[in-house]
């Protein structure tokens, strides 16, 4: 029925030559291929990507008088990628944008979401090979390619800036700095209502390859666990942040905050798991609630901004406030029939 359907369609998908519009917010969805343990089940694929911003789910329903029959659900996004997609396509349309925002005193956040096995840490970090990742193709090191060219402009030397990097991670509400060997760290607000992460470790870069370095070094101390839909699942959000510093006052001029989230389940997925699963779960749907609230409130521009619901809002706190704040928030979904309702 699903091959029927998509035989009478006109499928358009997003071409590297379209022009790229710019959004305060910006929402996306990109769709996985089925991976190896989904073919092995025999899953079928129920998400059809047509054109650059629409995205079609088919589920599989019965009539009362036990017919099947296929529904069809649209949905209408900023942009769409499908399955043949490389990183660099997505990075594009989503992240570059916002990279030139953060020399004009912008703070800039893109996301990725979805859940546990969607593709969030191979998007963002780069492809994997077995267990090795291979970092120099993943939105973190796009950007930081980006940062380099803007940064050797012209207008932009003149302003006579640093470029410095921090990563750390969010677990079960507790900050931990991965560049430091998972020292915890504390968030505090300061005098100026500033929320300061204390003792947090910004390494200066001069090039690409030490911001590379750096995101290995972390992605190797994340911690991940094993659910019953994900091998290596990442049970905590981490935050890789660009930073922009004027150079004599060491005043912060720009931010880049680049955030893997963790992958949020519901109960039922994890009914199998131990105690500590479960309440790491219920710990991350937690905070990407809280997260939802915030962007929620920023589209409506001027509405109070949940922001101390969790820790996570709470150290993001400077980019959802002020005219200057852009965010891209990346939906990751998993096409199989069996992720069809999370999706």
Do not use: W
């Amino acid at each position: 029925m699903i091959h029927e359907f998509r035989s009478q369609l006109n499928i358009e998908p997003l071409q590297m030559s379209e022009p790229v519009i710019p959004h305060r917010i910006c929402v996306c969805v990109r769709k996985r291929p089925l991976n190896r343990k989904e073919i092995a089940k025999k899953d079928i694929d129920v998400i059809t990507i047509p054109n650059k911003d629409v995205s079609l789910v088919h589920e599989c329903k019965l009539k009362v008088d036990l017919t099947k029959f296929l529904d069809n659900q649209q949905f209408r996004f900023d942009y769409s990628f499908d399955e043949h997609v490389a990183n660099s396509l997505v990075y594009k349309y989503t992240a570059q944008p916002l990279v030139e925002t953060i020399f004009d005193r912008g703070m800039a956040t893109c996301f990725a979401y979805g859940q546990t096995g969607s593709g969030k840490t191979h998007t963002m970090g780069g492809d994997f090979h077995g267990k090795e990742q291979d970092c120099s193709k993943g939105i973190y090191a796009f950007a930081a390619q980006d940062v380099f060219k803007l940064a050797s402009l012209p207008k932009n030397k003149a302003k006579d800036l640093t470029v410095s990097c921090s990563f750390f991670e969010i677990y079960s509400g507790k900050v931990f700095d991965l560049l430091k060997n998972k020292e915890r760290l504390n968030v505090l607000e300061d005098g100026h209502q500033v929320v300061q992460i204390v003792g947090l470790q910004e390494v200066s870069v001069g090039s690409v390859d030490d911001v590379l370095g750096l995101i290995q070094c972390g992605n190797d101390v994340r911690t991940s666990g094993t659910t019953s839909a994900n091998q290596h699942s990442s049970r905590s959000h981490a935050i890789f942040q660009i930073i922009l510093r004027k150079r004599v006052s060491h005043k912060l001029y720009g931010k880049f905050s680049l955030i893997d989230l963790a992958g949020n389940e519901r109960g039922a997925d994890t009914s199998s798991s131990n105690r500590q699963t479960r309440m790491e779960g219920a710990e991350i749907n937690k905070s990407l609630l809280a997260l939802k609230e915030c962007i929620r409130a920023l589209g409506r521009k001027g509405a109070h901004l949940p922001f101390r619901a969790s820790k996570l809002t709470q150290v993001l706190r400077d980019s959802f406030i002020g005219d200057r704040a852009s965010t891209c928030m990346i939906a990751m979904i998993s096409p199989g029939l069996s992720s069809c309702e999370h999706t």
